[in-house]
């Protein structure tokens, strides 16, 4: 059974740093891509950032507009974990953050980040204060 468990969130002032982790399990972590995506209240679900595949042959990575330059995603595929480090944030950024993954299949992240993937985490919220 695929499990992905965030954890990390918190609430943080603007400009300030967070950093998310999702350790997943359940599935072999090399043969998958990874993103993490959010949703804030009375919003749509937001694609955030993206590895389409986590194995070091190859993949890309890719964030949405709004983030690039402020978050990062990494992994370390010997804990099966996968990061979001988040810095300089707004309170826009405010929303529950969901790690989520699908078997590889060759798509880019780009078409991750617009329709989704299969497996999803339960979230974790961050709040960013004025």
């Known amino acids: 059974e695929v499990q992905l468990v965030e954890s990390g969130g918190g609430l943080v002032q603007a400009g300030g740093s967070l950093r998310l982790s999702c350790a997943a399990s359940?599935?072999?972590?090399?043969?998958?891509?990874i993103g993490w995506f959010r949703q804030a209240p009375g919003k749509e679900r937001e694609g955030v950032s993206c590895i389409s595949s986590i194995s070091s042959s190859g993949g890309n990575t890719d964030y949405a507009d709004s983030v690039k330059g402020r978050f990062t995603m990494s992994s370390d595929n010997a804990k099966n974990t996968v990061y979001l480090q988040l810095n300089s944030l707004k309170p826009e950024d405010t929303a529950v953050y969901y790690c989520?993954?699908?078997?590889?299949?060759?798509?880019?992240?780009?078409?991750?980040?617009?329709?989704?993937?299969?497996?999803w985490g339960k979230g974790t919220l961050v709040t960013v204060s004025s």
């Open positions: 989520a993954a699908q078997d590889f299949i060759g798509l880019s992240c780009s078409y991750y980040l617009s329709n989704g993937m299969d497996y």
């Open positions: 359940g599935f072999t972590f090399d043969d998958y891509a």
